[in-house]
């Protein structure tokens, strides 16, 4: 009889089922994988037991990178938001390396050290399964962030803005390719950019492009030709030489700082396919593919004596200029500048697809139209 009564319970009040439980893990591991964020991942660690063992396996993480402190802030808090904020757009664009601040980490990834310096001190917490230490740590880097994760494939840090101060109004872009050394280099700048004005009348536009047809000669195609091989004098004006001489060695004394703190990353994290350290202004994006981390892997890098970077080779480089570029938009660039750059031993590529498809639109339009106009070939040393 009371067995009766228990079978009779069971069936008007059934246990409950988490239908969530029921999934297999290759599918948890897909949506882990569209997840992505660290912060997130480490969340999901503590929702359960099978989490905290499936997530360790992704193979898409993204690393955002909260503040980046330079070595000057050292005896500033780090938590401090103010100090944070105004080292990122005070500070020299490259005298120093960063040191990188998650904040808001969760369990089960607190234990974590600092790329230059580390200042911690212990907290007690409780742990899903034992698997992670918990230790607080004031700077985080993403080599300890990464260090439970033994499946990646592709990754992807983004700093919170460029390492380069520029002014407003003012264009860099930049986007390099590193095996253990630089394999090339596209820099795309301009002095200025102005946007089109939705508000311009059809009429208004008409008479500015019947203007600009009548003044070709002076920034369009015209221009190139009568410069009988010469750069344009506007390039050299009005510290035009010198702002691109610094476009271009800031640009790649930023990408191979970046490529020397990715080492550690590397050499752990052996299955990776891609590896791409950007930042959210867009300014540079650095990119590995599996090649180039093995051949860094094989190969240790060359650093530079001066600071914790790696050594940039001797390097051929080829130039584009143009002193005023309407894109097809209506976003115009005055001293719109490209520069494609290689080492001096590579064999040279006639194919120019890597200089063509180095920005995203509209920055990509302006590429093409500037590979259009004049070749200018420089040369620069090692450095």
């Known amino acids: 009889m009371e067995s009766f009564r228990s079978d009779l319970r069971g069936r008007i009040y059934p246990e409950p089922v988490d239908h969530f439980d029921r999934l297999p893990d290759s599918v948890l591991l897909l949506v882990f994988n569209k997840i992505g964020d660290v ?19 992704v193979d898409t993480v993204i690393v955002r990178v909260d503040c980046v402190i330079s070595d000057d802030d050292s005896s500033s ?3 401090s938001p103010s100090s944070s904020l105004t080292s990122d757009k005070s500070r020299h664009p490259i005298s120093s390396l ?11 990834f607190q234990s974590i050290s600092q790329f230059i310096s580390i200042s911690s001190r212990s907290a007690a917490s409780d742990d899903v399964d034992g698997d992670f230490d918990h230790n607080f740590v004031t700077h985080h880097s993403p080599t300890q962030v990464l260090k439970n994760f033994n499946e990646i494939k592709f990754l992807r840090i983004e ?11 003012v264009l860099l872009r930049w986007r390099a390719d590193f095996g253990s050394t630089l394999d090339n280099c596209v820099i ?38 009568m410069d009988n091989g010469s750069i344009p004098e506007s390039f050299y004006t009005n510290g035009g030489l010198k702002l691109r001489v610094v476009w271009t060695i800031s640009s790649l004394i930023a990408s191979s700082a970046r490529h020397y703190l990715l ?22 994006v650095l990119c590995m593919n599996r090649g180039q981390l093995e051949e860094l892997r094989v190969k240790p890098l060359s650093a530079s004596s001066a600071s914790k970077r790696t050594l940039v080779p001797a390097l051929n480089m080829r130039l584009w200029y143009a002193p005023h570029l309407e894109l097809p938009d209506g976003t115009v660039l005055k001293g719109a500048t490209l520069v494609a750059i290689r080492p001096s031993e590579q064999p040279k590529k006639e194919d120019g697809n890597w200089v063509a498809s180095a920005f995203e639109e509209p920055y990509g339009t302006a590429v093409r139209m500037l590979l259009k106009r004049r070749t200018y070939c420089l040369e620069m040393n090692s450095f």
Request: proline share 5%; glycine share 12%; aromatic share 4%.
């Open 77 to 79: 808090s780090p938590s």
């Open 39 to 57: 912060k997130a991942l480490g969340r999901c660690c503590l929702v359960s037991k099978r989490f905290n063992s499936l997530v360790p396996l």
């Open 188 to 225: 795309l700048g301009a002095s200025s950019v102005i946007h089109s004005n939705n508000t311009v009348s059809n009429k208004d536009k008409q008479c500015r492009n019947g203007s600009e047809n009548e003044n070709n000669n002076n920034f369009g195609e015209g221009n190139v030709e």
């Open 263 to 284: 080492q550690p990353i590397i050499a752990e994290h052996k299955t990776l396919d891609s590896l791409v350290l950007t930042d959210g202004d867009g300014q540079g």
């Open 159 to 169: 700093l919170p803005s460029g390492e380069l101060g520029i002014d407003d109004g």
């Open 98 to 108: 960063f040191r990188l601040v998650f904040s808001g980490l969760l369990k089960p």
